[in-house]
C-alpha cells in the first residue's frame, strides 16, 4: 500500500513563489521515479515535473522550465516542487504520483504513473 499526500497550496499573486511537498509513505522502495503534474478547469491532466527516485535526475515540461524545480529527500520519503515567478496559467490543481516502470518512456503520460495523491489547489491571481 502506498499514500502520497501534497501540501503547501494556496492563493498567491503573479511573480510570488510557493512550495509544494509531497509525503509518500508504504512501499516507497518500489518507486522508480515520481512527478508533478496538474489539472486546470476544463482542462485535461498535464505533466510538469519528474524525478527520478534513485538518481535524482529531472525532467521538465517546457511551459515549468526555469521557474519549477522538482528535488525529493529520500531520508523523508518527501518530494517537493519549488515554484517561482508563478502565473494565472499556473493556476490548477496539484497532484504528485509515482511510478514503478522503470525508465524514461511515457514518464508524461499520467496512466505510466501508478499512485497518486488527492492533490492541492495552487490559485495565482491579482
Known amino acids: 500500500q502506498v499514500h502520497l499526500v501534497e501540501s503547501g497550496g494556496g492563493l498567491v499573486h503573479p511573480g510570488d513563489s510557493l512550495r509544494l511537498s509531497c509525503a509518500a509513505s508504504?512501499?516507497?522502495?518500489?518507486?522508480?521515479?515520481m512527478g508533478w503534474f496538474r489539472q486546470a478547469p476544463g482542462k485535461e491532466r498535464e505533466f510538469a515535473a519528474r524525478?527520478?527516485?534513485?538518481?535524482?535526475?529531472?525532467y521538465y515540461e517546457d511551459s515549468v522550465k526555469g521557474r519549477f524545480t522538482i528535488s525529493r529527500d529520500n531520508a523523508k520519503n518527501t518530494m517537493y516542487l519549488q515554484m517561482t515567478s508563478l502565473k494565472p496559467e499556473d493556476t490548477a490543481v496539484y497532484y504528485c504520483?509515482?511510478?514503478?516502470?522503470?525508465?524514461?518512456?511515457?514518464?508524461?503520460?499520467?496512466?505510466?504513473?501508478?499512485?497518486w495523491g488527492q492533490g492541492t489547489q495552487v490559485t495565482v491571481s491579482s
Open positions: 504520483a509515482a511510478r514503478t516502470a522503470p525508465g524514461i518512456y511515457a514518464i508524461k503520460s499520467a496512466r505510466s504513473y501508478d499512485y
Open positions: 524525478i527520478n527516485w534513485h538518481t535524482g535526475s529531472t
Open positions: 508504504g512501499r516507497t522502495f518500489s518507486f522508480d521515479s
